[in-house]
């Protein structure tokens, strides 16, 4: 999924308001965050596909670091933990680990089997949502909205920055995700790997978004 990653990090800011959309945004995206780092460092390779899927043009054939199931608990367990150990905030770690693992779980749902469940397995899973295009549309569309919903009943502007920012940043993933999906692939490999490095680029954006969007719910 792509959006329905950012979903996870909307969404999560209910059930932890006292952590920023920044942080929650490198948790549900953190296996994604790295994977790009990996192919470049040549630790993980992809290939591009044009009729990999009808949604997604890339076989995934190997990427036992960032995205199978064994290191996916223990990329959460380790965001989690970091974050335990510099905020000693409980309640904060434990979404953030979840937030990290739910990525996994998104991708189990949407991709072809291909996931190991640790390196060097042999058994690969998935669900293969990616084999309808129209399906995929409609499921991580109704997510990723929700979570908007819920992250804009969850906060409020400070100021006008707090509106136009967050609603700016809406509005690109939506044109972004739209972009991939019925684009062309990219040219290569290398190209693929920097072109998803720019997703660091959200990072700021949000940490700033949360500096104008306080959440109206208690802090816990």
Not at 64 to 71: F, Q
Not at 93 to 119: E, I, N, Q, R
Request: aromatic share 14%.
């Amino acid at each position: 999924m792509f959006v329905g990653h950012y979903a996870v990090a909307l969404a999560s800011k209910k059930a932890a308001p006292k952590v920023s959309l920044g942080t929650l945004f490198i948790a549900s995206q953190l296996l994604d965050l790295v994977w790009p780092l990996f192919l470049l460092l040549g630790i993980e390779t992809v290939r591009i596909v044009p009729a990999a899927t009808p949604f997604l043009r890339l076989d995934l054939h190997d990427y036992p670091i960032s995205h199978s199931l064994l290191t996916s608990v223990i990329w959460s367990a380790a965001f989690g933990g970091l974050y335990y150990a510099t905020r000693r905030h409980g309640r904060g770690a434990w979404v953030l680990g979840a937030a990290v693992f739910s990525h996994w779980l998104l991708d189990f749902v949407s991709h072809a089997p291909d996931m190991p469940l640790y390196p060097g397995s042999a058994t690969r899973v998935g669900l293969g949502l990616w084999n309808s295009f129209t399906a995929t549309m409609i499921v991580e569309g109704l997510i990723f909205a929700c979570a908007v919903i819920l992250y804009s009943r969850t906060t409020e502007p400070a100021d006008r920055t707090g509106t136009y920012a967050y609603w700016a940043l809406v509005a690109l993933l939506l044109l972004m995700y739209f972009g991939n999906a019925l684009g062309p692939p990219p040219p290569d490999e290398r190209t693929l790997a920097w072109t998803a490095l720019g997703q660091w680029l959200f990072v700021p954006w949000m940490y700033w978004i949360d500096r104008h969007r306080p959440a109206t719910v208690q802090q816990v």
